[in-house]
């Protein structure tokens, strides 16, 4: 069975600095999906970014970048110039590839931005 | 567009109680999800619906229990509250026209339910 490890619980950071969460992973599968979600205190999960773990190049979304290191099953997000919106819940995501299955989520960590 | 929307939001119940949890998807999205969000465990996967049948069930008892209509809207029983099942409760839907069921989730709100 797969699973997801957030080994952080809560991070605090300044407003404008770079912070990065971890993740890592357990799978025997070699084709999956990585995900990204953000849960802001209005409860509404939403996707910040996503790797497709046949592509070797890091996926970015604007100020979101990951380092994905497949052998190593890691999986962390790098959030630059963290601003006070970014205040939320991150959880972390793997889905296996294919049409039955459902995403498993990490236990998430708890992001402060200070101002 | 309408995001998927969930009712109740909160929901207070007493132990042996029953409770109905409602979610509406995206308009055009077949899929609906439920997860439950509980204190320091994460989401964990509850049930799957697609096309009005149940696809894949996680790891809860059988007094967790849903359908979805034809519309596509889905609805979450548990019967015989329980406190532990005091969490948020989320839904998701997906277009499974895409042919990865779940590739991109759209979550709504939650229904926040509280069994005392």
């Known amino acids: 069975a797969q699973t997801v490890t957030q080994s952080q619980p809560e991070m605090s950071v300044q407003e404008a600095e770079t912070v990065t969460l971890s993740c890592t992973y357990d799978t025997s599968e070699s084709n999956y999906y990585l995900f990204w979600y953000k849960q802001p205190p209005s409860r509404q999960m939403i996707l910040v970014i996503r790797q497709e773990a046949y592509k070797q190049q890091n996926a970015t979304e604007n100020r979101f970048s990951v380092n994905f290191q497949k052998a190593a099953k890691s999986f962390s997000l790098k959030i630059s110039d963290s601003q006070l919106g970014d205040t939320a819940m991150y959880f972390c995501?793997?889905?296996?590839?294919?049409?039955?299955?459902?995403?498993?989520f990490g236990k998430g960590t708890r992001l402060h931005i200070l101002p | 567009e309408a995001g998927v929307t969930q009712s109740p939001t909160h929901l207070i119940k007493t132990r042996g109680q029953q409770a109905t949890l409602r979610c509406s998807p995206i308009s055009g999205h077949t899929s609906v999800y439920w997860y439950q969000q509980a204190l320091g465990l994460g989401l964990q996967f509850l049930l799957w619906?697609?096309?009005?049948?149940?696809?894949n069930r996680g790891n809860f008892p059988p007094r967790f229990s849903g359908r979805q209509f034809p519309n596509y809207s889905s609805e979450l029983n548990v019967n015989a509250l329980e406190l532990e099942d005091s969490a948020l409760y989320l839904c998701a839907s997906s277009d499974g026209r895409t042919g990865l069921f779940n590739e991109k989730l759209f979550f709504g709100s939650g229904t926040q339910l509280s069994v005392l």
């Open positions: 619906y697609d096309e009005g049948e149940e696809r």
């Open positions: 995501a793997f889905m296996k590839f294919g049409s039955d299955d459902k995403i498993i």
